[in-house]
Nanobody, 115 residues
Framework: QVQVVESGGGLVQAGESLRLSCVAS????????MGWYRQAPGKQRDLVAR???????NYDDSVKGRFTISSVDAKNTVYLQMNSLKPEDTAVYYC?????????WGQGTQVTVSS
């Protein structure tokens, strides 16, 4: 089974940066895409960014120009570079890996941006 593990969350001030990492292990076949969702208290889980194995990326409008998702590397690792962080970016960030019709989820990592 595929296991997805995120790391890199923390507490930063507005305007600062964080880089989240996500590793998918136990992958038998290829990964179609990996990406990040986030969920703030009382809110639904929304897509932040995704990248396909062809290098195509998608971003939520709220993070365009500030966040960058990397390609999936040979170790099935993807990164989310988050710059110019805002308090409204505060959420639990969840990574997923999509492979052979299944979406595998990580446990989440907390990102808190203070003002």
């Amino acid at each position: 089974q595929v296991q997805v593990v995120e790391s890199g969350g923390g507490l930063v001030q507005a305007g600062e940066s964080l880089r989240l990492s996500c590793v998918a292990s136990g992958v038998r076949f290829s990964i179609y895409s990996m990406g990040w969702y986030r969920q703030a208290p009382g809110k639904q889980r929304d897509l932040v960014a995704r990248v396909t194995n062809n290098g195509e990326t998608n971003y939520d409008d709220s993070v365009k120009g500030r966040f960058t998702i990397s390609s999936v590397d040979a170790k099935n690792t993807v990164y989310l570079q988050m710059n110019s962080l805002k308090p409204e970016d505060t959420a639990v960030y969840y990574c997923y890996a999509y492979s052979e019709g299944y979406r595998y989820w990580g446990q989440g990592t907390q990102v808190t941006v203070s003002s």
